[in-house]
């Protein structure tokens, strides 16, 4: 397989993979991680400004008329891999992503160079749960010119200088607000690298970006190369798991032996890979599909339907075959079960992207 269908990487996208991760390794190691979760601050905006700063990935898949690198949703995704592969605690899915993909939808051309360039953080304000091709979110209404409303849920609000807020208008009218003035308040989330937040508005003022059907295409497309894109997020937190399984499995000795050598450990590491393996193809499928405008929607769907699973099943894995010391909290491995368990139910759960995928095809459920 060549060209745009191809589910390998190229030379420039593994050139990308390696400076991402050498940058992790190098500004957010596991105890590092782990530590920052203990902090009200949990989100590493210095790691942010390298990323923006060093790498320049916060606008990837921006022109280059506009600040960014004129390059695709492919180089996206690996970073997102590596990012997953890390649980780095920036909020890159949120503006490079969900806020990135709607401004471009609709051609904006203020809010995009600075959320390219990392200048700026910006998120779509809806609940993370939200899965493509629902309703247009109707939690903030718009009365005289000002919007009001409640947003629960919301990824990477709490860094944001702008949120995207979609909102209904007096006539009934989808539109899209560009907004400053909210206020947010941090949740109890189960994924400590990704602190959810409550966001409440109350007679705020907004810059109109997108109505009718504009807004309504903005906040689809969002959500739905989104979905594509997540699975690869959730590729790079199972890859950390068979990686650092494996590695733990050579090195962890019982009766004498590597735990590695012994047939039933064997196997499921064996499953493990076989899964993994999958779980590449069809993140790969859903990067090439947003890239090329092709197939976007059962792609979405079929990279959630698998993916949500896959990572859950590969980050389990991980603390079981660890043993005891999986369990515990000096280990990073329940950062990855949390983050596989939390991104499960992000953007719609599985059994939604199934029933999704059997209206696409016109299958009878």
């Known amino acids: 397989m060549s060209g745009d269908t191809d589910l390998g990487y190229s030379e420039v996208e593994e050139e990308l993979r390696a400076n991402v991760r050498a940058l992790l390794a ?3 190691p596991a105890q590092a991680t782990l530590a920052r979760t203990e902090t009200e601050q949990t989100t590493d905006l210095a790691l942010w400004r390298a990323l923006a700063g060093e790498l320049g990935v916060t606008g990837l898949p921006v022109p280059e008329e506009l600040g960014g690198a004129g390059a695709s949703w492919r180089e996206v995704a690996v970073v997102l891999e590596e990012l997953g592969r890390a649980v780095a605690p920036v909020p890159y899915f949120g503006s490079c992503v969900l806020a990135t993909a709607a401004l471009l939808t609709i051609g904006e051309r203020k809010i995009l160079p600075q959320l390219a360039s990392g200048e700026a953080i ?7 749960a939200k899965p493509p091709a629902g309703a247009f979110p109707t939690d903030v209404r718009v009365s005289g010119g000002l919007l009001s409303g409640t947003v629960r849920h919301v990824a990477d609000a709490l860094a944001a200088d702008v949120l995207l807020v979609p909102a209904v208008a007096e006539d009934g009218t989808p539109e ?3 907004v400053t003035g ?3 308040e941090p949740m109890v989330s189960l994924d400590m690298t990704r602190q959810l937040a409550v966001v409440t508005l109350e007679e705020v003022e907004g810059v109109l970006l997108a109505s009718g059907s504009n807004a309504a295409a903005a906040v689809g ?4 190369w989104g979905a594509a894109l997540l699975a690869s997020e959730q590729l790079g937190v199972a890859e950390w798991a068979l990686t650092t399984t494996v590695a ?3 090195e962890r ?8 050598s012994f047939q039933a450990v064997k196997h499921r590491l064996a499953d493990l890979w076989v899964l993994v393996t999958q779980l590449r193809a069809v993140a790969r499928a859903g990067a090439g599909a947003v890239t090329r405008g092709v197939d976007v929607p059962l792609c979405s769907a079929l990279a959630q339907a698998f993916a949500s699973g896959a990572a859950v099943t ?11 010391i999986g369990f515990t909290w000096e280990h990073p491995a329940h950062l990855y079960l949390k983050r596989a368990k939390s991104a499960s139910l992000a953007l719609g759960t599985a059994d939604r992207h199934r029933a999704r995928i059997a209206e696409l095809v016109d299958l009878e459920v």
């Open 26 to 28: 190098d500004r957010a």
């Open 221 to 224: 497309a969002a959500l739905e």
């Open 176 to 178: 899209l607000y560009a």
């Open 122 to 128: 910006g998120t779509l304000a809806v609940p993370f």
């Open 182 to 184: 909210a206020y947010v």
């Open 253 to 260: 000795h019982q009766f004498g032996r590597p735990i590695g």
């Open 314 to 324: 590969a980050a389990e894995e991980a603390v079981q075959l660890h043993g005891g």
């Open 248 to 250: 733990y499995a050579k």
